[in-house]
């Protein structure tokens, strides 16, 4: 058996994490395991890994999730749900059940479920972090911190906390957690400040507008100053987490690799000329992680006539953007 199949041992049970198994694999992993726990939205056909346990003799449990993202913490409905989800594994793994975790490439989804299991198992957060390093190092490769952060912030409302959840909109697209390069991805950023404060808003969409991987936003200070910096102001409200500059440049090209292929999304925006200097002079490891082509509102607005305007949010600019496609999309069928 593959180093990655083997079981590790977790409270009175054992577990493994893997992408989702074909049948071969599950039939051999059925020596192994007695739980399967799959993940996986409903039009990703849960239900064959259900004909699969049900004829190798395995229990089978299904937690429905679309995405890792902040929706399974500001979402009551969703989160009682997966809550409770997390206490039954629990349970089982307390009986001493090996249990097997999966979703789409094992990645994501799962490793934000084994993040939080172990954490309402008992685990901090450095010692979760290590144990998953240990059962699929691939998770930390490629989850991106911005989950671990979702996990973490999961866990603080189980115990009682507030977590701060960033602002964010899904627009009405398909949430996902990964976008492929055929789908053209975007990656809509947005650099405003105040004083020496900095906010830089992103997400990533396919540009077709069918699926959005959820963003969120990171906070740095900068003593340089630039021309345009009075074009992209905001008001501070309330107190905010502020990192390095270093720190957010990794936060940010964390986010863009989990997202997509190197060098497969173009930056789009309003003048979002001024948001690759910001990010080329600033954060040039999130920079060559980007195509060197961008995607500017602003010369669609000059093309159609129109005064260019600037924006202050990344939903908006998408929703004009979206506009205009649409726009294009009828004057090409007349």
């Known amino acids: 058996m593959k180093p990655q199949y083997k079981p590790h041992p977790l409270l009175n049970g054992s577990i493994i994490a893997c992408e989702r198994p074909s049948k071969p694999l599950l039939k051999i992993l059925s020596r192994v395991c007695d739980l399967v726990i799959t993940l996986q939205w409903e039009t990703e056909i849960p239900e064959y890994i259900h004909d699969y346990c049900t004829e190798f003799n395995l229990e089978w449990l299904w937690v429905p999730i679309k995405a890792a993202n902040y929706q399974l913490v500001s979402n009551d409905e969703l989160f009682s749900r997966i ?20 979703c789409a490439a094992g990645v994501h989804r799962t490793g934000f479920f084994v993040y939080t299991l172990l954490r309402i198992s008992g685990f901090f957060h450095q010692a979760s972090l290590d144990f998953i390093r240990k059962i699929r190092p691939l998770i930390l490769i490629k989850i991106g911190q911005h989950r671990i952060e979702i996990g973490q912030m999961f866990f603080d409302k189980v115990i009682g906390l507030t977590p701060k959840i960033p602002y964010f909109e899904t627009l009405g697209f398909i949430e996902t957690d990964f976008i492929k390069a055929q789908l053209f991805p975007l990656f809509w950023v947005k650099v405003l400040f105040c004083d020496n404060l900095v906010k830089i808003s992103f997400c990533m969409t396919s540009c077709d507008f069918a699926k ?10 900068v003593e340089e100053n630039f021309i345009w910096k009075d074009l992209r102001r905001f008001e501070k409200e309330g107190d905010v987490e502020i990192k390095s500059v270093e720190k957010c440049e990794e936060f940010i090209r964390d986010y863009v690799k989990s997202c997509t292929k190197d060098k497969k999304s173009k930056i789009a925006g309003t003048s979002c000329f001024f948001d690759k200097e910001f990010l080329y002079r600033f954060t040039p490891r999130v920079f060559d992680k980007l195509h060197y082509r961008i995607v500017d509102l602003a010369s669609l607005d000059e093309i159609r006539g129109k005064e260019v305007k600037q924006t202050y949010s990344i939903y908006d600019d998408i929703r004009k953007y979206r506009e205009y496609v649409n726009v294009f999309s009828k004057e090409k069928h007349k």
């Open 212 to 221: 959005i991987v959820i963003g969120t936003e990171v906070y740095m200070k």
């Open 83 to 102: 809550l409770n989800s997390l206490q039954q594994v629990k349970t089982q793994l307390d009986k001493g059940k090996r249990i097997l975790v999966h």
